[in-house]
Each structure stands twice: as structure tokens, then as C-alpha cells.
């Protein structure tokens, strides 16, 4: 059994929600939800990669453009592993 650290009532640990206060347990808290493994592997690992390679080609080549892309998907990749990293945490 976890604890929820907003209420402090007991939750089990396959439950994703507390239902005596409403918070939610996930990755990623994106548009007022708690968001999950695909989500964040979608949204964050995903993505950013075809963004790079699509940007490459459309951009032609190594363009400033290009980097300013690069630079922002590399940093939507990095904090997306390290969220799946440190694993689900609790939100409200």
C-alpha cells in the first residue's frame, strides 16, 4: 500500500488515482491530466526523433534552423528518459 502525499489516505500500488482526493499518479502532466508510459515514450521519445530527421530534410542539410530543432527535440528527448527514469509521481 502507498500513501497519497496530498491527502495522506492509503492507495494501492496498481491504482493511478486516489479516490478520496482526485490526485493522479503518472510520467508527464500534460493539458490538467497525469499522462502514462505510452504517452511520454510517444510524445517525448518519439517525436523529437522524426522531428530531427524530418527537419533534415526539409531544411536540406545543416542549417541554423536545423540546430535550433535539434537543440529543443534533444532537450524534449532528455527530460522525457529521465522522467521514465525516475518512474510515475503524484499530481493534483
Known amino acids: 500500500m502507498a500513501c ?6 492509503y492507495v494501492s ?9 482526485g490526485a493522479e499518479k503518472g510520467f508527464l502532466y500534460f493539458h490538467g491530466k497525469a499522462r502514462g508510459v505510452v504517452f511520454t515514450i510517444a510524445a517525448g521519445i518519439v517525436l523529437p526523433i ?9 531544411l536540406q542539410g545543416f542549417t541554423p534552423p ?7 527535440s534533444m532537450l524534449m528527448f532528455a527530460y522525457s528518459a529521465y522522467k521514465l527514469v525516475i518512474g510515475p509521481v503524484w499530481y493534483r
Open 66 to 72: 536545423f540546430f535550433v530543432i535539434l537543440t529543443a
Open 50 to 58: 522524426l522531428t530531427s530527421i524530418l527537419s533534415l530534410f526539409l
Open 13 to 21: 500500488n496498481v491504482d493511478f488515482y486516489c479516490h478520496s482526493c
Open 4 to 9: 497519497c502525499p496530498y491527502c495522506l489516505n
